[in-house]
T-cell receptor
Framework: NAGVMQNPRHLVRRRGQEARLRCSPM?????VYWYRQLPEEGLKFMVY????????ESGMPKERFSAEFPKEGPSILRIQQVVRGDSAAYFC?????????????FGPGTRLLVL | QKEVEQNSGPLSVPEGAIASLNCTYS??????FFWYRQYSGKSPELIMS????GDKEDGRFTAQLNKASQYVSLLIRDSQPSDSATYLC???????????FGQGTILTVHP
């Protein structure tokens, strides 16, 4: 399967714990985007990364959230000290290029539930 | 003002009819537009992309773009119950690859 891969698919955390979400882009893609979908709300852009670089993090909350895309391995979205409001579906998408015309393909998502 | 706005729906059409989904955007610098389909509990699936004024057809789907009116639409011909889903309109900005999504339109195709 050459599609975008995300794991885990479901993640349960208690308030105050850390959540780590992983994303491997589609084969041949080097641009990764993270989006969040809160219940009954639309998809919101969080961050755009290329290998070892954060290109645009304008949608990331200022605190507790961070993202990386190392030279080797998947992209990781990290949420520290989770709160109930972080419960959402987190989607990763990838594209072959970062230009505005590049189509983005989504992974299956990680559903985060904070108890 | 929302950057990408979709007709609120929900939209219900009979099987075999044409479903029309509409979207307006506020950023005149947007260069690309995409329609995604999202089934309940699933991830968005890309179904159409359009970059130039006019129509683009792919099977039962036709996307229309009018940059002067800042308007994008998706027509689904011969609608099937399997088309029942939420349809998301997204616009690509003037830089990088960030997509801005509308809130989605729920489509139900009833037999």
């Amino acid at each position: 399967n050459a599609g975008v891969m995300q794991n885990p698919r479901h993640l349960v955390r208690r308030r105050g714990q850390e959540a780590r979400l992983r994303c491997s882009p589609m084969k041949g893609h080097s641009h990764v985007y993270w989006y969040r979908q809160l219940p009954e709300e639309g998809l919101k852009f969080m961050v755009y990364l290329q290998k070892e670089n954060i290109i645009d993090e304008s949608g990331m909350p200022k605190e507790r959230f961070s993202a990386e895309f190392p030279k080797e391995g998947p992209s990781i979205l990290r949420i520290q000290q989770v709160v109930r409001g972080d419960s959402a579906a987190y989607f990763c998408a990838s594209s072959a290029g970062g230009q505005a015309t590049g189509a983005q393909y989504f992974g299956p998502g990680t559903r985060l539930l904070v108890l | 003002q929302k950057e990408v706005e979709q007709n609120s729906g929900p939209l219900s059409v009979p099987e075999g009819a044409i479903a029309s989904l509409n979207c307006t955007y506020s950023d005149r610098g947007s260069q690309s537009f995409f329609w995604y389909r999202q089934y309940s509990g699933k991830s968005p699936e890309l179904i159409m992309s359009i970059y130039s004024n006019g129509d683009k057809e792919d099977g039962r789907f036709t996307a229309q773009l009018n940059k002067a009116s800042q308007y994008v639409s998706l027509l689904i011909r011969d609608s099937q119950p399997s088309d029942s889903a939420t349809y998301l309109c997204a616009g690509g900005g003037t830089s990088y690859g960030k997509l801005t999504f509308g809130q989605g339109t729920i489509l139900t195709v009833h037999p």
